[in-house]
């Protein structure tokens, strides 16, 4: 009988704390206090959407995937903003990543048949499977009307359903973080909303509409913006000042992206909007452009 | 011989012993086995403190359609839960039952976790049947009067027993016996599903009307109606739709959250059987099929407090053609169970 000498692995937790900023500050939903670099000023009312195959790099560059393999994290619903991991094998890892969504071997309707999974389904006739994000909120349009928002990234399509397109994405984050065997270990990770719409494509809901689910131009947009969504940190105030637990840091190669100017936010209420209503609304005077 | 002498007294003693060993309580009830339909969630809402049983579910069932459940007698307006809930428009009243807001259909309720009303109040359906019970616009009834004038019927003491081990009747367990009833009634073989299961094909129309349900730039219906990935045919969740745009409901889903956003709206119905469901809206104000697709063609109300999914607003609707609409009416009646319509396992016994 052969008996290892390998010493047995050990194991720790790890908890993901989600969070959301918008021009620099903790995400405030449902108020209209938010302007794109396109000049559209927007308000946000939820955000619901997926990670999926999570993996760490460890220090020999192996990716150490481990479950679960999904995640629905819901802004309505406050215990999903934290993702809980256990069984990580202790050790230092440089790099984090996941896919936004779900990829192609996962993406099949029926994978999920209880809400609020299930809620997120995609119709077959658009390619089905799911949502990877739905982003709900309301904007000025041209008009100065407050006009519906439904950003819904999923599978896009061609004009007569005949072609599929993929638009999920893998996010990989440089990380300097050790697991230890205890229950402590935790990151920050934060999707800053406002890098949708900026970069490398300016994305104006004007252009592009309330929705988007037929709209595969307007998913290619978002999924090339996508790349820069991401960030391991809270990422508030502004993000030179993104917070960082457990000894992590964020990688050099980030620090100009960082450097910008966060803009100010500023307040309207809906009564000031409809007051406005039938008068140019977003002029380049009141605008607040990121 | 003496020792077989004393075997034959210990064993005559034992003998005596059992027989008069008082009678055992022999409750023991058969489990009821819910369907479990394609695509419907696999996690459903039956409390841990009312499994659901063939003999719960049958003594729910007399329940539901006895007017003894108004605790009293004559004419006086006694009524049961089926005065208002017709199986044959989908456990809903059909019609005006002259209430505040519209009747709600009894269908698939076991999968529902979002709570019971147009505004999701009441949390569970043992609490719907207390308060269905003792609203003074429903059955209007006082639940010691009820428990006291069932108690001496002749038959109910016994179906009790039968199904929660006690002649003794009490009210909760009249709560729990309607609410299995309830949780029985399944939807799940209308023509849409035999479609989802491959047993049969719709039509070019239904199929027309079925793209135009499951597609942003057409009807848009099934961010909240569901579809072939949520066949539940609703969310279950609360939405302000833009059918007005002044909201004074004091009833609706703000009432539950406290939350400003919440004003002017209500849960999503499931939109199985919805042919059969008039009249639509929390408030009943359509009377047909035609009326709500009008509404949601050309008829949405724009305000601070619409859903973010009602995102044709801004041209007051989805726009569809005629055809277009005749196309989508043409879906909306495959989703009709005459199996569930019919089902002679709910109906009065």
Redesign the interface.
């Known amino acids: 009988m052969a008996v290892s000498c390998k010493k047995p692995a050990s194991y720790g937790e790890l908890r993901v704390n989600i969070c959301y900023s918008v021009n620099g500050k903790a995400l405030i939903t449902?108020s209209l206090c938010y302007c794109n670099e396109a000049g559209n000023e927007f308000l946000i009312?939820e955000i619901q959407w997926f990670i999926s195959k999570m993996e760490l790099q460890d220090e020999s560059d192996e990716w150490v995937a481990f479950e679960p393999r999904f995640f629905y994290i819901d802004t309505n619903i406050p215990e999903s903003q934290t993702l809980g991991i256990d069984s990580i094998p202790v050790g230092k890892y440089k790099a984090l990543r996941f896919v936004f969504g779900l990829d192609e071997d996962d993406n099949r309707?029926?994978l999920f048949?209880?809400?609020p999974e299930?809620?997120m389904?995609?119709?077959?006739?658009?390619g089905?499977g799911?949502h990877y994000m739905k982003l709900?909120?309301?904007f000025l349009?041209a008009e100065g009307?407050?006009?519906?928002?439904?950003i819904?990234l999923g599978i896009g399509q061609n004009e007569d359903h005949s072609q599929f397109y993929q638009n999920y994405f893998t996010v990989e984050l440089p990380i300097d973080f050790t697991i230890t065997e205890t229950s402590e270990n935790q990151i920050d990770l934060t999707m800053i909303i406002d890098n949708w719409f900026r970069n490398p494509n300016l994305y104006d809901f004007n252009e592009y509409g309330?929705?988007?689910?037929?709209n595969q131009a307007a998913q290619q947009a978002l999924k090339e913006n996508g790349n820069d969504v991401f960030r391991i940190g809270k990422s508030t105030d502004n993000e030179n000042n993104t917070t960082m637990e457990n000894g992590n840091r964020f990688a050099e190669k980030f620090k100009n992206v960082m450097q910008k100017a966060a803009p100010k936010p500023h307040f309207w209420t809906?009564k000031s909007v409809?007051e406005r209503m039938g008068s140019p609304v977003g002029t380049t005077e009141n605008r607040q452009v990121v | 011989m003496k020792l077989n002498k004393n075997i034959a007294l210990v064993c005559g003693l034992f003998l005596v012993l059992v027989s008069c060993k008082p009678e055992q309580n022999h409750y023991v009830p058969t489990p009821y086995e819910l369907p479990q339909p394609v695509?419907?969630?696999?996690?459903n809402n039956i409390p841990a403190d009312n499994p659901m049983t063939e003999e719960g579910v049958a003594l729910g069932r007399k329940l539901f359609y006895d007017v003894r459940l108004s605790g009293r007698d004559g004419t006086d307006g006694i009524r049961s839960c089926a005065s208002c809930h017709h199986q044959e428009n989908n456990f809903d009243f059909g019609g005006s039952a002259g209430l505040h807001h519209s009747v709600m259909p009894l269908v698939n309720l076991a999968w529902n976790?979002t709570g019971l009303g147009w505004n999701g109040g009441v949390a569970t359906l043992e609490d719907m049947v207390f308060a269905a019970v003792t609203s003074p616009v429903e059955i209007n009834a006082d639940t010691n009067q009820v428990v006291k004038y069932l108690q001496k019927t002749d038959d109910y003491p016994e179906l009790f027993e039968k199904a929660f081990g006690s002649r003794e009747i009490t009210f909760i367990n009249i709560q729990r016996a309607i609410a299995q009833f309830v949780r029985s009634l399944v939807s799940a073989d209308s023509k849409f599903d035999r479609y989802l299961r491959g047993e049969e094909q719709l039509t070019e129309d239904e199929m027309a009307g079925?793209?135009l349900f499951?597609?942003?730039?057409g009807a848009?219906c099934?961010h909240c109606h569901?579809?072939?990935?949520?066949a539940l045919m609703t969310?279950?969740?609360f939405y302000n739709n833009g059918l007005d745009d002044e909201f004074k409901d004091p009833e609706d889903r703000s009432a539950v959250t406290g939350s400003h956003?919440d004003k002017g709206a209500y849960k999503a119905p499931t939109l199985r059987n919805i042919a059969v469901s008039a009249p639509y809206m929390h408030n009943g104000r359509f009377q047909t099929l035609d009326e709500v697709i009008d509404f949601y063609s050309e008829g949405v109300k724009?305000s601070?407090n619409?859903?973010?999914?009602?995102?044709?607003?801004?041209d007051g609707g989805v726009q569809l053609t005629d055809i277009e609409k005749a196309q989508l009416k043409a879906f909306l009646n495959t989703l009709t169970d005459e199996t569930f319509l019919n089902n002679p396992n709910h109906s009065k016994p």
């Open positions: 449902d009312t309707t029926g048949t209880d809400p299930s809620e389904f995609w119709p077959d006739l658009l089905g799911y709900n909120g309301k349009d009307r407050l006009a519906p928002l439904a819904h309330s929705h988007i689910m037929q809906w409809k | 695509y419907f969630p696999s996690r976790h079925y793209e499951c597609t942003e730039e848009d099934f569901g579809g072939g990935g949520l969310t279950n969740l956003r724009n601070e619409i859903n973010p999914l009602m995102h044709h607003v801004m």
